[in-house]
């Protein structure tokens, strides 16, 4: 498996949100961060018909078009009732804008009076080189779609996930809480050791 060497990173993504979560796990083993939002990188169209093949996609683009190690995360909401969907559109259930708010009221609805209301997250990170290699890591945490939308820290899902032996949804978890057992966190224990320490 190929170590990632250096001290600077592409955090391939235009999310924010996303990217200072990322930033966050990876603070203890890269001094230096770039977004490709801010080196004004386009982002790929997603061809791929996996998390696995949009993440590659994203991070060796990424990597090419800067010359920089590139990570790039895929990740989604799996609802058993809707058959896996949204999964890999899960980002793009709320529109061009990425309005979430829709996004998480298209989900409540289409579940209804299901009572399934078991999901879960999936994050699969890719760490790409300019020369087109990767290396992929996946996490999955599962829970429960909450009625309603509670909480207002993190992002996109949060506030209507509620993960398996907790109460309270991702939204309303402290971040420190959250990451810790993200399937985000997940995928990250995977990534640092075996490309990172």
Not at 9 to 20: C, E, M, P, Q, S
Not at 106 to 129: H, P, T
Request: hydrophobic share 40%.
């Amino acid at each position: 498996m190929r170590k990632f060497e250096g001290d600077e990173l592409v955090i391939a993504t235009h999310n924010d949100g996303k990217a200072r979560e990322i930033a966050k796990l990876l603070s203890p083993y890269v001094s230096k961060f770039y977004t490709a939002k801010e080196l004004g990188l386009d982002e790929p169209e997603e061809t791929g018909s996996t998390f696995a093949q949009n993440a590659i996609l994203k991070a060796v683009a990424a990597a090419k078009s800067s010359g920089k190690v590139s990570l790039a995360d895929d990740s989604g909401l799996s609802v058993n009732a809707l058959n896996g969907d949204p999964g890999i559109y899960s980002a793009r259930l709320g529109g061009e804008h990425k309005d979430f708010n829709l996004a998480m009221q298209k989900i409540q609805d289409a579940i209804g009076d299901n009572e399934d209301r078991s999901a879960y997250f999936v994050c699969v990170l890719a760490l790409g080189w300019a020369d087109g290699h990767s290396e992929v890591f996946e996490g999955i945490v599962h829970g429960d779609i909450v009625k309603g939308m509670r909480g207002d820290k993190g992002f996109g899902y949060d506030p209507i996930f509620k993960a398996n032996g907790y109460d309270i949804t991702f939204g309303e978890m402290n971040p420190s809480e959250k990451h810790a057992i993200s399937h985000r966190a997940n995928a990250f224990k995977l990534l640092v050791e075996n490309c990172l320490k």
